[in-house]
């Protein structure tokens, strides 16, 4: 099924004084639903290492909920960026633009990255990035620490786009569910994932999803209702879902565009028995 891909980007600001308080927003032991009317101004964060940028916290580890990722959202403005832009030598990390134009440079290769660019950053790599046009720019950063396994070599870095993957058809879906894979889910180098997942209108997860896996969604598009632990709750794109695992899950695609939302997820390790602390 073909259609017109966009990425939402927040732009914050502050609510009309006039308004209402919204509602939308929750924060339970098994979930929390952060909508894309909270990214406001007073919610913004500056970050040691990056000039002329800001950035909205949607995930960070907290015992006993989350534990394994960070999430942001940051804004880069005319000039800005940052030349060491990691401060974690252990960290590996996903970037995906959403808005404007941002050049990425992993080393001594430099790559120019539109809406839906994706680059996985590799734990330790040495890499830079910079708003070289005239408009801000935004970006969505996910965060973990890499879990090394014993005889497993360290993954590589790579650049791609939303645009170069085929979308994998969920079988027996007809095409209303497909994910866009980003790493070969057999690669055993890599301990997380951060896919797409497109439903089309009309398109539905048809049962309550349980695991071990920690998830942080953000809707890059459209809109959907989500069941999350026992609760059914409508979100829009610009809206973010923190799950802890084994919250349960399922959802429906609403409206007439493609429901799409930039999905992490924890793979591919043993469980940790001692704590997150021990990492």
């Known amino acids: 099924m073909k259609f017109v891909p966009t990425y939402y980007a927040p ?13 939308r927003a929750h924060f339970t032991e098994s979930y929390a639903v952060i909508p894309r009317g909270t990214m406001s101004d ?3 964060s500056y970050l040691p290492g990056w000039d002329k940028s800001r950035a909205w916290v949607l995930a960070r580890p907290l015992t006993g909920f989350s534990e394994t990722f960070a999430q ?19 960290a590996q990390g996903v970037i995906f633009i959403l808005e404007g134009h941002l050049r990425v440079t992993i080393k001594d290769q430099t790559y120019e990255l539109d809406p839906g660019g994706y680059v996985y950053l590799a734990p330790g790599e040495d890499w830079t990035i910079a708003n070289t046009g005239d408009t801000p720019s935004t970006l969505m950063w996910v965060r973990k ?11 590589e870095s790579f650049v791609t786009a939303d645009k170069n993957i085929t979308p994998i058809e969920m079988p027996d879906t007809a095409g209303y569910w497909s994910t866009t894979r980003f790493v070969d889910p057999s690669d055993m180098r890599h301990d997380m994932h951060v896919n797409i997942v ?3 209108p ?9 695991h071990v896996m920690e998830h942080g969604l953000y809707v890059l598009q459209g809109r959907g209702v989500y069941l999350l632990n026992q609760d059914w709750v409508e979100v ?5 879902m923190w799950l802890r695992a084994f919250c349960p899950q399922a959802c429906y695609a609403a409206g007439r565009r493609p429901f799409r939302y930039l999905l992490y997820k924890d793979v591919n390790r043993h469980v940790n028995l001692r704590g997150i602390f021990s990492r």
């Open 11 to 23: 732009t914050g600001g502050l609510p009309d004084q006039n308004q209402r308080a919204r509602e």
């Open 42 to 44: 007073i919610t913004i």
């Open 72 to 90: 942001l959202v940051v804004e880069v403005a005319p000039g800005g960026g940052s030349k060491q832009p990691e401060p974690d030598k252990d």
């Open 145 to 155: 620490i890499h879990e090394r396994a014993p005889g497993i070599d360290l993954p």
């Open 198 to 200: 497109t439903f089309m």
């Open 202 to 210: 009309g398109g539905t997860i048809p049962f309550a999803e349980t």
């Open 236 to 240: 829009e794109e610009g809206d973010f």
